[in-house]
């Protein structure tokens, strides 16, 4: 699991972008299936994620967007629900296809697990990695139950804007901080959405003054470079120890202007 932390507009969904776009155009990968997960708790904010995965280059032939329907401006993306209905056509696509990008709002989608229990059981550790956006809106108990579908964990989120949301008074804690225990996480503080003047007056009231302001020109070149696991094909193989950064992924980062020497 890895925490990428920051206020509003400073790249944090980017981050995942570049991230998936890498891991699907890394030459030096085994040739196996490859299998992204892009979650979030409201449908809203996946649909965001979903028009910023295509922006940054996914093939829209490779996903999937978990719902009844599209929403509109999306084309070419493939619609399929969790309903049991759709068990075979799931079966079919995880078997056939070699990269495949899905993007699910947990919140509506995946809180009724009994009900979709039946396809659910396909997605046991099928993500090699789960992208969890707008991380800091989902509750510690539910966020763990992502754990059984995806290897590796990537949350982003931000613990100062909207507080996960509960009908429980008791039950406060998200995902996010409970794994911020353990994990530090790559704090971004440049912003590239709000204008100056009103990006200031957010720092001060709420980040203590620390949110930068950068240029636009700037938000396309990634701010941090994140070790990735080569995941393996069986829970028996998996790493005690970061494997490696492959040369290629390494590379095409550079090319992009993502890190410095540092």
Known sequence: VAVVMGPPG????????????????????????????????TNAANVNQLHAALKAGIDPKTCIYVAEELPPGIENVKCLSLSPKNYVEWGEILRSERVLNVFCGIGKTMKSLNGYSSVLKLWVKLFDIAFLDEAGQILEGFGLHLAAYARQILLLGDTAQLPAFTFLPDEHRTLMRATMTTVNPVSLIRQYRQINGLSTFCSCLSYAGRVQDGEEKEA???????????????????????????????????????????
């Open 10 to 41: 400073t790249g944090k969904s980017k981050q995942a972008c570049c991230v998936g776009k890498c891991m699907i155009e890394d030459k030096s990968r085994p040739r196996r299936n490859l299998r992204l997960g892009w979650l979030t708790w």
């Open 220 to 262: 396309d070149a990634l701010q941090i470079i994140l070790v990735l696991w080569d995941c393996p094909t069986t829970d028996a193989e998996l790493p005690k120890s970061p494997a490696p950064i492959s040369a290629a992924l390494v590379t095409e980062l550079w090319q992009q202007g993502s890190y410095s020497s540092e």
